[in-house]
């Protein structure tokens, strides 16, 4: 089985490819490295199964695969603002390409959506039924209405030209190998904590969040990919924290003299979101098994080696 993974040098993809060479995979990693990294994928290197392609997913690319795994696009606001135009076209032309290639051979094809097609969500937790509430025009939405604009690609060429198609809808996930310039918030709120700098709490930090932990969701990736379900669904930990709470959660385990300091809300932050997993209870008997709390010891423990923090 030879698999795609566009963005498999950040964050999520690097975590996807371990277990697909796990499973015998051959995998073609591509990325162009705006927000990945090479160290995350550096202990693939030298592996016959891993093939490794510097590439801009908005460029068209020929290859032979099975199966494509489209994650490819910055997922933290301040990188996906820095250049808003670059992140439509992410993930307008990077869907257009990866689905191109997915109908010339044939190859099933996941897309990594998001929670934030549902916007400022009216109803709470969201199903997948919702069809949300987003800002066309605010700061978020080279991102929001990239994704949506996704996912509409992805069901047209599922009707109109047959392609096998998944969409997974993923909601704030957390983990090993966030990068410390991130920007996201459980990367910032221990970065910070370790050391010793002040929390930085945007608005008064009753906004809420569901966090998922890394090896949950991508087991869930696995699940769907294996299905026949092939609207999209969503993949989260329905455990809903205001930010307040996780930043208590991060300075008990954590320690330190690190203070809160409030700042001010960016435009169009979801004021709520949790994940309705009813389908992927359903579907793929999926649903998440790390607790909060013990996903941040894991990654704090990471981040503590990463900075070289004792
Ligand atoms: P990330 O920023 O760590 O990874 C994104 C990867 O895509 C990086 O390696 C980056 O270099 C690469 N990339 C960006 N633009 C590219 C381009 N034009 N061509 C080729 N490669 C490009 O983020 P992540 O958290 O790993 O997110 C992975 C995917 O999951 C993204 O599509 C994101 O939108 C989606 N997602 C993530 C979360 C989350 O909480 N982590 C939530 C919802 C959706
Ligand atoms: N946030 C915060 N401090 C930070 C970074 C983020 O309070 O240093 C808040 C942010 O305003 C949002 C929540 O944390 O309400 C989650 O932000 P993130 O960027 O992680 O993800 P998203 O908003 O895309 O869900």
């Known amino acids: 089985m030879r698999t795609l993974v566009t963005g498999g040098a950040g964050f999520l993809g690097s975590h996807l490819i371990d277990r697909l060479i796990e499973q015998g995979h051959d995998v073609v990693c591509l990325d162009n490295y705006f927000t990945g990294r090479k160290a995350n994928i550096a202990h693939h290197l030298g592996n016959p199964n891993f093939e490794l392609m510097r590439h801009d997913v908005t460029e068209p690319f ?6 494509i795994y489209n994650l490819a696009c910055p997922a ?22 990866c689905l191109g290639l997915a109908k010339r051979v044939k190859a099933r094809i996941f897309q990594a959506s998001t929670s934030e097609v ?11 039924s919702y069809w949300g509430h987003v800002n066309p025009i605010g700061i978020r939405s080279c991102y929001d209405e990239g994704k949506r604009c996704a996912e509409t690609l992805f069901m047209d060429y599922h009707r109109q030209n047959d392609v096998d198609i998944r969409i997974v809808r993923i909601f704030n996930t957390y983990g ?35 966090f998922c932990f890394v090896s949950d969701l991508v087991e869930g990736f696995l699940r769907l990919m294996e299905s026949d379900y092939t609207l999209p669904m969503n993949i989260g930990n329905p455990g809903e924290f205001t930010m307040l ?42 649903e998440p098994k790390v607790p909060l709390a013990e996903g941040l010891g894991m990654t704090i423990e990471h981040f503590r080696k990463e900075l070289g923090i004792a």
């Not at 020929?62 to 199966?67: G, K, P, S, Y």
């Not at 933290?76 to 257009?96: D, R």
């Not at 410390?180 to 809420?208: H, M, W």
């Open 176 to 210: 090993p190998r966030m990068n410390p310039e991130d920007g996201r918030v459980v990367s910032n709120f221990i970065v910070q904590a370790l050391k010793g700098e002040d929390i930085t709490i945007y608005g008064d930090g009753q906004q809420t969040r569901s």
């Open 76 to 97: 933290s606001p301040p990188h996906y603002q820095y250049n808003a135009i670059k992140t439509i076209k992410t993930s307008v032309m990077g869907a257009i390409n």
């Open 62 to 67: 020929r290859l032979e695969v099975d199966h």
């Open 245 to 286: 709470e996780l930043a208590e959660e991060v300075l008990k385990q954590v320690g330190g003299p690190s203070k809160l300091s409030f700042q001010p809300l960016p435009s169009d932050d979801p004021q709520q979101r949790k994940p309705d997993i009813t389908i992927a209870q359903r579907e793929l008997g999926w």
């Open 118 to 128: 549902y916007g400022d969500p009216k109803i709470h937790p969201q199903p997948e």
